[in-house]
């Protein structure tokens, strides 16, 4: 590049570089993605969402291109793509979590059970009681592991008396395979607990509140290999009683765990399958470059 100083003539510039280095045949940063266009199967029998004409912006940036797509009820779905192509971006609308940045905007239609997600009557507090989020790194609040579980359904009111209250907390550590760790220290400071702990006790807090989709980002990637596999192997029974969205950079585990998998490019969404058929013959190029590993 000639940018640092102007002097240097542009012929004098390829020349320090020496020969032109050829153009590799199908370059996949050259191919054109046709905007709205996916390949694969986007669509579900039974959706428990349906978006359509998805877009977002960021200010002047669009960060989502036109996407249209189903998420199945009780499928785990996971979205994948190199870094800054919108998964997380395109994850934050289906629980509204992108309303706090002010410069955000989402247009097209994105329905939840049939109804729009984004009506101006929709209840924010409610819908995210129903779509439960699980971030990157777990974030559990400084309580005791007790309170952590408990502090979702004492805020919507879900249990009377201290017993039901006792029972939600024991069901959700239990479903997060974390009750034989945490039973007998209930009230201690849930931040002492080890990364994978940490992590499983925030899906135990998601659960608490019975939600119907758990949204996670990169759920596993603070976590070692040993409580990955124990949050894998959770998603997996979870997928039974919910609706799972996940975001991984780990084209590993997105294989072990999802049903289908969606690649996004650049803010597109270039092609939504069945995930066996994403990793071993992927309908589209790019999607071949990506798990080839020839960019991202
Ligand atoms: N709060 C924000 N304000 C402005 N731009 C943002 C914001 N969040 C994301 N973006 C931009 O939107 C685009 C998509 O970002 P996003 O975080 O959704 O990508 P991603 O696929 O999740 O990336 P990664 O794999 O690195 O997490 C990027 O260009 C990013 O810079
Ligand atoms: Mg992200």
Known sequence: MNTMNPSISAEAD???Q????PVRENNPEDTVIEEGKTVGKPFAADPKFKLRNVSVSYGKDRAIKDISL???RNEVISFIGPSGCGKSTFLRCLNR???SIDICRVTGELLLDDEDIYHS????VELRARVGMVFQKPNPFPK???DNVAYGPRIHGLANRKSDLDDIVENSLRKAGLWDEAKDRLDSIATGMSGGQQQRLCIARAIA???EVILMDEPCSALDPIATARVEELIAEMSES???VIVTHSMQQAARVSHRTAYFHLGHLVEVNETNKVFTSPEHQLTESYITGRFG
């Open 14 to 16: 390829m020349q320090d």
């Open 18 to 21: 020496g020969p032109a280095i």
């Open 70 to 72: 189903d998420i199945g």
């Open 97 to 99: 979590m992108n309303d």
């Open 121 to 124: 009557k929709r209840d924010v």
């Open 144 to 146: 005791s592991i007790y």
């Open 209 to 211: 509140v019975s939600p």
């Open 242 to 244: 919910y609706t799972i």
